[in-house]
Nanobody, 126 residues
Framework: QVHLVESGGGLVQAGGSLRISCAASGRAHRDYVVSWFRQSPGQERKFVAAITWSGGTTYYTDSVKGRFTLSKDDAEATVYLQMNDLKPEDTAVYYC???????????????????WGQGTQVTVSS
């Protein structure tokens, strides 16, 4: 099991930027996939982006392509989500999740993730 802790959320004006972090500890494995999901009030938790730990390959949902960028620090076992040109519709609680093994068809399926962080609030004002 991997323990995940998110940080870096906050309040930002539309058009601004934030970087949120996901620090992993425990039985991390090079074949892990680490993803970000977000959930707005009354909405389902939705996939945002994913990164494979070994190769660093990234995947993004269409609504954030060109604005959000994933990166990782192997030494710190931390994944970063740089969010630029933020929009009010990006407002949500952002959750970090991890699972062992990569399958392109299921990378965005929250039901396949076992390990989750507690979430960090991102609020974008208009």
């Amino acid at each position: 099991q991997v323990h995940l802790v998110e940080s870096g959320g906050g309040l930002v004006q539309a058009g601004g930027s934030l970087r949120i972090s996901c620090a992993a500890s425990g039985r991390a494995h090079r074949d892990y996939v680490v993803s970000w999901f977000r959930q707005s009030p009354g909405q389902e938790r939705k996939f945002v982006a994913a990164i494979t730990w070994s190769g660093g390959t990234t995947y993004y949902t269409d609504s954030v392509k060109g604005r959000f960028t994933l990166s990782k620090d192997d030494a710190e076992a931390t994944v970063y989500l740089q969010m630029n040109d933020l929009k009010p519709e990006d407002t949500a609680v952002y959750y970090c999740a991890a699972k062992l093994g990569f399958h392109r068809a299921s990378v965005g399926d929250k039901r396949t993730y076992r390990d989750w962080g507690q979430g960090t609030q991102v609020t974008v004002s208009s």
